[in-house]
């Protein structure tokens, strides 16, 4: 038997200690519990003790801002924005630089990709500048915000010098109007078909809830706490930066209720607001509410818009932008009882602001591959007719068979197919083809950019396309078509 030092041997338990030793052991881990939360709290006090300083200076800042008058005030959103921007400028433009010399159509492959991998990390680095700005900025966008609903509150009306950004909302909305070089901006207003006056001021807990939503966590709040108020902090606090803000709701109304309830102070800072749901999939309308600082939508829309530009064949049918930040309203909801049902429009791929960039390196060589396979079939089908009247059936059909291997959709040759005995003598001439394992075959498709086996839903280059679209230095197989059915 191993030695057991003293100490330990005197608490070994007999069997019939066992029981009242447990109980001893949970009866000091709850004392030791209860003196530890009132030395130092429980995790709740200690988060909310650790964002105290914030509250008292954006309050501290919030008093001063009652002094300054309403241009004052609105310019400050004018002043956040340029301070970001000044903060992140040498990332934006090492990324602009980049993002010309990647598009230049003479640079290599692997130079290339290179470019794109530097952009993705230039990319998070902005990120990273913004969450540090933010931070430093919190406090006095919060007062403003907090100023702005408490002038909304006491005041029918706040005239201020009027803006480009002024005008352009008095001529859409009733909530602003203009006279003279004056915007006149309401404090009572129409939302969900109901006219609503302002009368909300952010109370120290909703501050607490905004700094809690601006760092990335989740802030439980009951019916009637004012969660919409509180979302006005972090909303227009990430919207300074311009990279664009989503708020997500559970239905349509909530989504157009809360833009249209919360707008006007937004607009009043001169941040743009817009909902998805006020626009059809696909729509010119629905790219612009994207481009928008806020966008208010419902979660299925988002995921409905995010699966569509997925099976976009072209950048201009792409509706959303590169996604930045993001508050869900009933999160519990959206998150766990919603994502039970699946939304179905295609299988989950990934995507990337490198593979925009890859799209355009890439689209002139495929369009030149077409424009080249179109050309040449064009004129087989022309030399087709053409043998086939002086009965040279041998070299028409092998004329015929390649208009059809390159590209059997063309109208063109589905118009001729339609004449009598035609489709027979392409039936013909493809069986001829086709037999002893395609041995023929070599003899039609040498010509050819790339073969369409529409029977085994096929695409093929041949030698003569991949010599078409590979530059200098590049791998031959570098390129691989897709199946179609993929």
């Known amino acids: 038997m191993g030695f057991i030092p003293l100490p330990l041997l005197l608490f070994l338990p007999t069997i019939t200690q066992k029981v009242s030793l447990r109980t001893s052991f949970r009866s000091m881990a709850n004392f030791l519990s209860k003196a530890l939360k009132k030395v130092l709290g429980d995790k ?4 909310i003790k650790s964002v105290q300083p914030i509250v008292k200076q954006i309050n501290e800042i919030y008093y001063d801002l009652k002094s300054l008058s ?16 000044e903060y992140v400028a040498d990332t934006t ?37 913004y969450e540090k700005i933010l931070e430093e900025i919190l406090p006095d966008a919060f007062a403003v915000m ?17 803006t480009d950004h002024d005008r352009n909302l008095a001529a859409k909305t009733d909530f602003v109007r203009i006279e003279g070089n004056q915007a006149i901006y309401a ?11 302002w009368n909300m001021v952010h109370y120290d807990v909703q501050l607490i809830g905004g700094i809690t939503l601006h760092r990335g966590k989740i802030a439980e709040m009951a019916t009637g706490e004012g969660k919409t108020l509180v979302s006005t902090l972090p909303a227009y606090l990430n919207a300074l930066t311009g990279e664009g803000v989503h708020l997500v709701t559970v239905n349509n109304y909530l989504a157009q209720r809360d833009a249209e309830w919360m707008r006007p102070l937004y607009e009043f800072l001169g941040v743009k607001v817009d909902c998805i749901e006020y626009h059809q999939p696909h729509s010119e309308g629905r790219r612009q509410a994207y481009l928008a600082d806020l966008t208010y939508g419902t979660n299925n829309e988002f995921g409905f818009d995010y699966l569509r530009d997925n099976m976009a064949h072209e950048q201009g049918e792409l509706v959303q932008r ?12 959206v998150l766990i009882d919603d994502a039970r049902t699946p939304l179905i429009i295609s299988g989950p791929t990934s995507k990337t602001d490198s593979d925009s960039e890859r799209f355009y390196a890439l689209k002139g060589r495929v369009e030149s591959l077409m424009n080249m396979q179109k050309k040449f079939t064009q004129q087989c089908l022309v030399d087709a007719k053409r043998l086939k009247k002086e009965g040279n059936n041998k070299e028409a059909g092998l004329n015929l068979m ?29 069986n001829y083809y086709l037999q002893d394992q395609q041995k023929e075959m070599p003899t039609v498709d040498k010509e050819l950019f790339f073969t369409i ?8 280059l041949t030698d003569k396309g991949i010599d078409l679209i590979t530059r200098s230095g590049e791998e031959k197989d570098f390129f691989v078509m897709p199946d179609i059915a993929a």
Do not use: C
């Open 322 to 333: 590169k996604f930045h930040y993001a508050m869900v309203d009933e999160v519990d909801s």
């Open 93 to 129: 433009s090492q990324i602009q630089e980049l993002r010309v010399r990647a598009a230049n159509r003479n640079i290599e492959a692997h130079e290339q990709e290179e470019l794109f991998k530097q952009i993705d990390e230039l990319v998070k680095k902005k990120d990273e500048q």
């Open 70 to 85: 309403t241009d004052e005030l609105r310019a400050k959103s004018f002043g956040f924005r340029n301070q970001i921007q």
């Open 402 to 430: 390649r208009a059809y291997r390159g590209l059997p959709k063309s109208k063109a040759l589905i118009k001729y197919l339609q004449e009598e005995g035609i489709k027979t003598f392409l039936q013909k001439t493809e």
């Open 146 to 162: 907090k100023e702005t609903a408490r002038r909304f509150t006491e005041e029918n009306e706040l005239p201020s010098t009027a």
């Open 453 to 460: 086996d529409e029977k085994n839903r096929q695409v093929e």
């Open 44 to 47: 709740s006090e200690r988060d």
């Open 187 to 197: 404090t009572s207003w129409k939302a969900a078909g109901a006219t609503i006056s």
